[in-house]
């Protein structure tokens, strides 16, 4: 097994830090929206993939399935026409 320092991306080939840095996620399910904010993942320097451990994404899946207490935002939606 690799050590996190080595890990490369597997995108580019970039050798990935071993700090993570905490990061805003924004993940969608059943036509709900969901941000997550300060999780713990990598980032690649070069193309900015980023990757996170399966124990931090099982707790984000759980999160969007359980109905607990959350902060709810309006976000506007706009449909762009074509330019030009």
């Known amino acids: 097994m690799r050590k996190k320092n080595m890990?490369?991306?597997?995108y580019c080939q970039s050798a990935l830090a071993a700090d993570e840095r905490l990061l805003t996620v924004y993940r969608h399910r059943g036509g709900k929206h969901f941000i997550f904010e300060k999780v713990?993942?990598?980032?690649?320097p070069r193309c900015g993939e980023r990757y996170f451990s399966?124990?931090?994404v099982r707790a984000?899946?759980?999160l969007m399935r359980t109905r607990?207490?959350?902060?709810t935002v309006a976000v506007p939606?706009?449909?762009?026409?074509a330019v030009g």
């Open 40 to 44: 713990p993942g990598r980032v690649c």
């Open 68 to 71: 607990g207490r959350r902060t």
């Open 77 to 81: 939606v706009i449909a762009l026409r």
């Open 7 to 10: 890990d490369a991306c597997e």
């Open 60 to 62: 984000m899946d759980r």
């Open 54 to 56: 399966a124990r931090v």
